[in-house]
């Protein structure tokens, strides 16, 4: 199981970012996927998560409205858009596999990418 994040980068207030992640060696369709977050000196926290065939989604509520997760699955990539990004949006994002509302978290995480924003 590998899980690829990337995307991430130094942006303004008020700016956006997409955030990928490349999954390979599982059926990736057949599993719900989650990005979680950690900024420095805080617990990882969930912030999205997306079901399997992508029709349903959970959102924490710091981000609803202005984050929108969705999937490809025949690219075996789950996306993050971010707009309208806080200060507190700073922090490494990881994918993961997970139960449906992203509560639950299976295997090991990925790499993160490192999202900073600051003017």
């Known amino acids: 199981v590998r899980l690829v994040e990337s995307g991430g980068g130094l942006v303004q207030p008020g700016g956006s970012l997409r955030l990928s992640c490349a999954a390979s060696?599982?059926?990736?369709?057949?599993?719900?996927m989650s990005w979680y977050r950690q900024a420095p000196g805080k617990e990882r926290e969930l912030v999205a998560a997306?079901?399997?065939?992508?029709?349903?989604?959970n959102y924490a509520d710091s981000v609803k409205g202005r984050f929108t997760i969705s999937r490809d699955n025949a690219k075996n990539t789950v996306y993050l858009q971010m707009n309208s990004l806080k200060p507190e949006d700073t922090a490494v994002y990881y994918c993961?596999?997970?139960?449906?509302?992203?509560?639950?978290?299976?295997?090991?995480w990925g790499q993160g990418t490192q999202v900073t924003v600051s003017s």
């Open positions: 993961i596999r997970s139960s449906s509302s992203g509560a639950l978290r299976i295997g090991s």
């Open positions: 060696g599982f059926t990736f369709s057949n599993y719900h």
């Open positions: 997306i079901t399997a065939a992508g029709g349903s989604t």
